[in-house]
């Protein structure tokens, strides 16, 4: 029997909810059960394979060719596992289908609807994408209220519906923002968020609270009596030194046990003492290397994650720090390459698109 766990966000993107799904997925694999992870992405791009890296970050490609969202390489990364075409879909794949089949007269000359078809679509993706494992974390893309989300999260609704509390359980990411003028921190993006979730059908059982610094108590029980959960279901995702620390965080918040409580699991003891090792050589580590990282997309660091990602584990695994020097290949000449790399150990000329930026990576 496959339990599903989703992960959806609130208030703005980029709250980490890929980070945080990983997360829980590496506690639930080290406590022993088999864990798979889905992200669903709402846009109606087929892939993000023609998107710009300036738009979207990194294209991750797995094992099997396809081109997905880069939280697949955290995925991958956090569960040491390769993944492939059922762990990512999008609205445009989904409607696709939906509409091939349509064509061919799969529907019999049936109304063809976003409910049921398009949502049978996704349960159907994410059930194929569970099958034969104990957990399957599904990271629902964008923010709640989106309107091209919101078959996503009728689906979700409608799967807790279907299979019942014992096999569904809801996570919501939101922002609790710290007001440094008066010096507090506010829980109304929160408590709204949450509104507008329970307002199209799902109830959050647990709640991912990204904040700067970690909640205290007070806030904690403010939240949970607003927004109906229990106080250590409140889980404070502050800021940490490295990605790889958030599994660490989130064992002595407690989320293990929010999740045995849910599911009835008993007590989980997960092996931490590789993940500890690793996270130990990336935070405090006794070497350092500089590497020049000579790119066109250095505009935004995301499009070249696997990349960066792969600097942080190598380095790790050599107990050293590498400290990348970002250098925007279009600015490089003949006559200035000897004193931009004048202070560095080693070069990266990684792949791109087009001819802007040649002659400098040359």
């Given amino acids: 029997m496959t339990r599903y766990i989703f992960v959806t966000g609130g208030v703005l993107s980029s709250l980490g909810k890929g980070i945080a799904a990983a997360s829980t997925a590496v506690l639930l694999k080290k406590c022993g059960y088999s864990v798979s992870i889905l992200k669903a992405d709402p846009y ?27 939280d697949l390489g955290h995925y991958e990364r956090f569960l040491g596992e390769n993944l492939g075409r059922k762990n990512s879909f999008t609205s445009g794949q989904i409607y696709k289908s939906v509409i091939d089949a349509e064509r061919k007269g799969h529907y019999l000359g049936k109304t063809i609807q976003v409910v ?37 999260m009728e689906a979700v609704r409608q799967m807790r519906h279907q299979l019942g509390n014992s096999q569904v359980l809801n996570i919501h ?71 790889y620390q958030v599994p660490l965080n989130f064992l002595k918040e407690g989320v293990l046990k929010a999740l045995s409580r849910h599911f009835n699991l008993g007590e989980l003891e997960p092996d931490m003492k590789e993940w500890k090792r690793l996270v130990k050589h990336i935070i405090e580590p006794k070497h350092q290397l500089r590497v020049a990282f000579v790119g066109k997309y250095t505009g935004l660091k995301e499009a070249y994650k696997s990349l960066t990602e792969a600097f942080v584990h190598a380095g790790a695994a050599l107990d050293t720090h590498i400290d990348l020097k970002w250098i925007d290949s279009e600015t490089i000449t003949a006559d200035n390459v000897a004193q931009i790399l004048s202070d560095v150990d080693a070069i990266l000329v990684p792949g791109g698109f087009g001819e802007r930026g040649v002659a400098g990576k040359i």
């Fill in 44 to 70: 109606l791009n087929v892939d993000p394979g023609t998107m710009s890296p300036f738009e979207h970050g990194e294209v991750f490609v797995t094992a099997d060719g396809t081109e997905t969202d880069l």
């Fill in 116 to 152: 049921p078809h398009i949502v049978d679509e996704i349960k159907r993706r994410i059930k194929s994408a569970g099958k034969d494992k104990d957990f399957l974390i599904v990271e629902i893309g964008g923010t709640v209220g989106d309107i091209e989300g919101l078959p996503f």
């Fill in 173 to 243: 990411v939101t922002l609790v923002p710290f007001i440094k003028t008066s010096d507090e921190l506010k829980t109304k993006p929160t408590q709204h968020s949450v509104q507008e979730l329970r307002r199209i059908g799902i109830t959050p059982h647990i709640l991912f609270c990204r904040a700067e610094r970690p909640l205290p108590t007070d806030v904690r029980k403010k939240i949970a009596l607003s927004c109906d959960v229990e106080t250590d279901s409140v889980i404070s995702v502050h800021d940490a030194s490295s990605i």
